[in-house]
């Protein structure tokens, strides 16, 4: 299989492509982010990595920031964190508010905003948000293997100037005795994480434990145990695009975790870690040349986990 082939015929498709959906708006800061961008970069346990089109170019990774914040978590709290949030598809979109109510203000899985926003309150275990942001940050260094990376305040800015939706979220669980610190310092902390800027490659990099059970072989650093690395992963395939969760599953196959910037981090179990980048979402906020990048990749080299 020639790897950088099939990532140069990707991109040469997906330049090509007129309807590249919408970016998202609802953060000014992303609004200026020019749409007719698409990068790609596979990462194989071998320690090389394959790139085409703008994967070199940095972008938000935002929710896939909550791939990160879990795996510390889990690291942290061990099965106790599954008293602070759920791990069961929500069906809905990524923001809402709707099954809160109903399931007594415990988000259905640590993909939704809401969730995300609770995990990072289990870490904070009364540190500054400074504090934790930093260990995130050395989080995501190691698993790249790049201390380049760094938070792009002006995102974070942003999003905290139009909180309210998300401000709605944690002060409704809050209400509910869900949250244990400020609601301001857990929201600065989220937004924080969610304004990480990477690169395909750098992200692509990042995703190889969970290619190869816990572990990046080419470096033999171990960072989760295998059980782990397996279930963050089930959890990847289940919530990771929200309620597009469903079509994911059946159109690529592969666990995988979308954000509003239009990168998707997607695992090949065994085989290589997929970061894909189009800042343009379709109706759900996943990147809609993203999706149809990784069905291709998909078909030209049978990676899904549905397929043998
Ligand atoms: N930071 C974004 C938000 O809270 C993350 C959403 C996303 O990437 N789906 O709205």
Redesign the pocket.
């Known amino acids: 299989m020639n790897m950088q082939r099939i990532l140069d015929d990707i991109a040469a498709e997906m330049a090509a492509e007129i309807d590249r959906g919408k970016v998202a708006d ?2 000014p800061q992303l609004a200026h982010v020019n749409p007719n961008q698409f990068g790609i970069a596979v990462a194989t346990p071998d320690g090389q990595v394959y790139a085409a089109g703008d994967a070199d170019t940095l972008f938000s990774i ?2 896939i920031s909550k791939v990160f914040t879990l795996t510390i978590a889990l690291g942290k709290l061990g099965d106790a964190l599954w008293t602070h949030v759920g791990r069961e598809p929500s069906g809905d979109p ?2 809402s508010i709707m099954i809160l109510e109903s399931e007594s203000g415990r988000p259905r899985n640590p993909f939704i ?1 809401a969730g995300a926003i609770a995990v990072v309150d289990a870490i904070m275990m009364g540190h500054e948000p400074k504090e934790i942001l930093a260990e995130i940050l050395r989080f995501v260094h190691f698993i790249a293997d790049d201390d380049s990376i760094r938070f792009d305040h002006k995102v974070a800015a942003s ?1 905290m100037a139009h909180k309210d ?2 401000a709605a979220l944690a002060h409704f669980m809050k209400a509910f005795g869900r949250l244990e610190h400020d609601v301001d310092k857990v929201l600065g902390t ?2 924080h994480q ?1 304004s990480i800027a990477m690169t395909c490659q750098q992200l692509a990099h990042a995703g190889l434990f969970l290619v190869s059970n816990g572990m990046n072989e080419h470096t033999g650093v171990r960072v989760i145990n295998a059980e782990r690395a397996r279930r963050i992963n089930s959890l990847m395939m289940m919530c990771g695009h ?1 309620d597009g969760s469903g079509e994911f599953a059946y159109l690529v196959g592969l666990p995988g975790k ?4 239009g990168g998707i981090l997607t695992i090949a179990p065994g085989k290589g870690a997929i970061a894909v980048w189009s800042p343009g979402l379709d109706h759900v ?1 996943n990147s809609k040349l993203g999706l149809k990048a990784l069905q291709r990749l998909v078909e030209k080299t049978g990676w899904s986990v549905f397929s043998t």
């Open positions: 609802y953060i935002q929710s990524f923001n905003n999003e939706r998300n989220y937004f969610c929200y979308s954000g509003v910037g906020g």
